[in-house]
């Protein structure tokens, strides 16, 4: 059997997100446990040019909507960027995964030649469907994602690598 479009996207996007949405709830323990502020922690960046932990989870949650919405042409829910707290970002997580959810896998499966074109300041890179999930999609997800791990692994929240691979199941 062939790997589908919604096999390499819904699921592996499913997966990341409840494990950044777990490791939240670690970062919120912790800052708990130590008296830590966790408003602090969402302020954490790896270099000064380099967008905060808040943002870094905005934009997992928009990298994995968008790709769903742009393979099955649902429209994305928009979001205003406005999470200041770790339990607005993990109910901006909830909403990412409903949406996705949301859109059957015979919106996705088959569009491996659907024409994708982002648009940058800089310009636009065009892709096809398949080769816009692997060759952007997905790297650019976990991009985030590792970064938000990167960031409260190095604030001294525990976490491991199972944290970051999440529930396998």
């Given at each position: 059997m062939a790997t589908e479009l919604y096999d390499l996207t819904v699921p592996v996007f499913?997966?990341?997100?409840?494990?950044?949405?777990?490791i939240l709830d670690k970062a919120a323990a912790h800052?708990?446990?130590?008296?830590?502020?966790?408003?602090?922690l969402l302020a954490l960046r790896l270099a000064p040019?380099?967008?905060?932990?808040?943002?870094?989870?905005?934009?997992?949650?928009?990298?994995?909507k968008l790709c769903v919405a742009r393979l099955?042409?649902?429209e994305a829910p928009v979001n205003e960027d406005t999470e200041t707290t770790i339990d607005e970002l993990k109910g901006r997580i909830d909403a990412t995964l409903?949406?996705?959810?949301?859109?059957?896998?015979d919106a996705i499966d088959g569009q491996e030649d659907r024409?994708?074109?982002?648009?940058?300041?800089?310009?636009e890179w065009p892709f096809k469907g398949?080769?816009?999930?692997?060759?952007?999609?997905i790297p650019n997800v976990f991009f985030h994602l590792?970064?938000?791990?990167?960031?409260?692994?190095?604030?001294?929240?525990p976490l491991g690598k199972r944290d970051f691979l999440g529930n396998p199941g």
């Open positions: 499913t997966r990341g997100l409840k494990a950044l949405s777990a800052a708990a446990e130590t008296g830590a502020d966790p408003q602090a040019d380099m967008h905060p932990l808040s943002k870094q989870v905005q934009i997992a949650c928009d990298g994995s099955s042409g649902a409903a949406f996705m959810a949301s859109v059957p896998r024409e994708v074109v982002l648009k940058f300041p800089g310009g398949q080769a816009y999930v692997v060759g952007f999609a590792s970064t938000a791990y990167g960031l409260l692994r190095q604030a001294g929240v």
